[in-house]
């Protein structure tokens, strides 16, 4: 059964780089046809998208995030990664990584446990 | 952006009560709409996706319908393991979007 383990700090100051990483157990990142996702929660408030990664290696992001995101993949560790530069206060929250489902209709299954970052000085 | 309006936001329930929820999108998503249930601490667990499709291992108590801007989440016998949040999400453009979630608690 695949399994996802989100790991990174969880304190970052602010215009730093928040930096985490998904391990991916039970599976590999490069096998069919799924896209594995970073998704945000700040505190109080709705899940936010922040973007994708295809299996094949395409990159899809927020708009929102205004180039400050990218999310890479280890695929010798079955790890893919998110960097999310220039954080300020707004970027405090839990931060989930998810497996996309792409049949047509897309879903996330399964998610990470998810990392509380809070960005603070 | 779809904009996905979820209600209500909090809903008091009893044990066998039946439950709806409702998620609206601002614009017609065909059947491109999932279910979740988060417990606190939790990651959220698909519950429906595409609309109105159970997911593997999830109670047959849990129902879903659309398809097109109105989308319901029916528990239709409210189990002590059901009390959670519940949100909505869109798969049918980017940036996907969801609900600002429905918690369900003790009345």
């Known amino acids: 059964q695949l399994q996802l383990l989100g790991s990174g700090p969880g304190l970052v100051k602010p215009s730093e780089t928040l930096s985490l990483t998904c391990s991916v157990s039970?599976?590999?990142?490069?096998?069919?046809?799924?896209?594995w996702d970073w998704i945000r929660q700040p505190p109080g408030r709705g899940l936010e998208w922040i973007g994708s990664?295809?299996?094949?290696?395409?990159?899809y992001y927020n708009p929102s995030l205004r180039g400050r995101v990218t999310i890479s993949a280890d695929t010798s560790k079955r790890q893919f990664s998110l960097k999310l530069t220039s954080v300020t206060a707004a970027d405090t929250g839990v931060y989930y990584c998810?497996?996309?489902?792409?049949?047509?209709?897309?879903?996330?299954?399964?998610w990470g446990q998810g990392i509380l970052v809070t960005v603070s000085s | 952006d779809i904009q996905m309006t979820q209600s209500p936001s909090s809903l008091p329930a009893s044990v066998g009560d039946r439950v709806t929820i409702t998620c609206r999108a601002s614009?017609?998503?065909?059947?491109?709409l999932n279910w979740y249930q988060q417990k606190p601490g939790k990651a959220p667990k698909l519950l429906i996706y595409?609309?109105?499709n159970l997911q593997s291992g999830v109670p047959s108590r849990f129902s879903g319908s659309g398809p097109g801007t109105h989308f319901t989440l029916t528990i239709s016998s409210l189990q002590p393991e059901d009390f959670a949040t519940y949100f909505c999400?869109?798969?049918?453009?980017?940036?996907?979007?969801f609900g600002q979630g429905t918690k369900v608690d003790i009345k």
């Open positions: 998810a497996r996309r489902s792409s049949d047509g209709i897309d879903w996330y299954d399964p």
């Open positions: 039970g599976g590999s990142i490069t096998s069919g046809s799924f896209y």
């Open positions: 990664l295809y299996y094949s290696g395409n990159t």
């Open positions: 614009q017609s998503i065909s059947s491109n």
């Open positions: 595409a609309a109105s």
């Open positions: 999400q869109q798969s049918y453009s980017t940036p996907y979007t």
